[in-house]
């Protein structure tokens, strides 16, 4: 029987959309075959699914992979790294500066027994010190969500050495169009697909890429809990990955020339861009990253949380929302944000500041955004 969507062989220009849940077995030696992985077949949407299957390998080329697994959202990929790799007495290390939802997949975990140390991104040059013969897995983010520090991937590495631990790195941050950290020590690549790749705040999505004998462990994983991604939002995700390289070209473009405008500006503060030559992660960073710096920068704003509430309110281009790496330009108070659910003490420690903005750059023409930011400063 010949494919109804290619009849003569003229393959569709997109990836079709598959919703079906279920599909029909034509014999038992087929299904047979599929749940063995003798051939390439689909059974049942929890399993895999087809359009899931082809942004897999999208990401995984990006990434310079094996393969990819991709699941509901990135906190869902973060939380299938962790099911996969850590059982009871392991010793996880965390940073303080990453997505502020880790902290409470950390009191999950610690109620599964597993032992976290959380460090200072600062501290990330001392890793190795900090690494015990139970440490199982190093999770970090580079550039850091929110205050954009930059951690050597090779260096951690290393120290995950020391023990045989997984080093696992986020790069939603950095997008692979700047960083591939597998290449520079990752034994995993994390991503909240919800961001850069899929860049049009329309879809949440989260990507593990990694070797092939990985995609088999989180695929279990992936399967046993339900957490794989519907058809259609593989296609948006597909969709943006179109337009990826381009759209992180312009950003990092632009947030250079926006980190290099602001950074004297009298009413910001403490200004976090790796991209600018006396930024304190900018050596490491030229050693790790590629074609830029990225789109995320970090700074306060006057002295206090009323003046970075002011800042953000006389925005005009650029759109107070959480999420980054979208086409718009969007700014949060991540004290108020994506920090709100740590203890108010946890949320100071490793530097956030009740005025600190977090600032995702997009593809406008660079400008307006130079434009609307001036002219929100002039009101604080
Ligand atoms: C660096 C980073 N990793 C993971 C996540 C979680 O992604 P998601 O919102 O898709 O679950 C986020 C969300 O903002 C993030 O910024």
Redesign the pocket.
């Known amino acids: 029987m010949s494919d109804p969507l290619t009849p003569y062989g003229n393959r569709p220009m997109v990836t079709p959309i598959v919703h079906a849940v279920n599909y029909e077995y034509r014999d038992f030696e087929v299904l047979r075959k599929i749940t063995d992985g003798e051939i390439d077949g689909y059974t049942y949407h929890r399993d895999d699914n087809p359009t899931v299957r082809a942004v897999e390998k999208k990401i995984a080329a990006l990434e310079e992979a094996e393969d990819c697994v991709v699941c509901t959202?990135?906190?869902?990929?973060?939380t299938l790294v962790y099911l996969t790799y850590l059982k009871a007495g392991d010793h996880l290390i965390l940073f303080h500066d990453?997505?502020g939802?880790h902290y409470k997949v950390s009191l999950i975990l610690e109620r599964l027994g597993v032992e976290i140390t959380w460090l200072n991104a600062d501290e990330s040059s001392r890793l190795d010190q900090y690494v015990k013969t139970n440490t199982a897995m190093i999770f970090l983010?580079t550039p850091t969500?929110p205050l954009c520090k930059v951690i050597d991937i090779a260096a951690a590495r290393r120290a995950a050495d020391c023990s045989g631990a997984r080093l696992i790195v986020?790069n939603?941050?950095a997008t692979p169009y700047h960083q591939h950290p597998i290449a520079l020590g990752a034994h995993l690549v994390?991503?909240?697909?919800?961001?850069a790749l899929g860049g049009h705040n329309d879809l949440?999505?989260?990507a593990i890429a990694g070797p092939k004998e990985d995609y088999d462990k989180l695929w279990f994983t992936r399967q046993a809990i339900g957490a794989t991604l519907d058809a259609y939002s593989a296609s948006l995700l597909e969709r943006g990955i179109k337009t990826f390289a381009l759209r992180a070209e312009r950003m990092a473009a632009n947030a250079q020339a926006v980190a290099e405008h602001l950074r004297g500006h009298p009413r910001v503060r403490r200004f976090s861009y790796p991209g600018l030559g006396d930024d304190p992660g900018h050596t490491v960073a030229t050693k790790q990253m590629h074609n830029g710096f990225g789109g995320m920068m970090a700074f306060d704003v006057g002295e206090t949380q009323e003046d970075a509430k002011k800042f953000i309110s006389a925005l005009k281009v650029v759109c107070h929302a959480?999420?980054?790496g979208s086409t718009e330009s969007l700014i949060c108070i991540p004290y108020l944000t994506?920090m709100l659910y740590l203890p108010l003490e946890r949320r100071t420690t490793f530097g956030v500041q009740s005025n600190t903005v977090r600032l995702s750059i997009g593809i406008e023409p660079v400008e307006q955004i130079l434009e609307d930011l001036d002219q929100a400063l002039n009101v604080v």
């Open positions: 959202s990135g906190m869902a990929a973060c990453t997505y939802a983010e969500n986020d939603t941050f994390v991503h909240s697909a919800t961001k949440m999505a989260g959480v999420s980054l994506t």
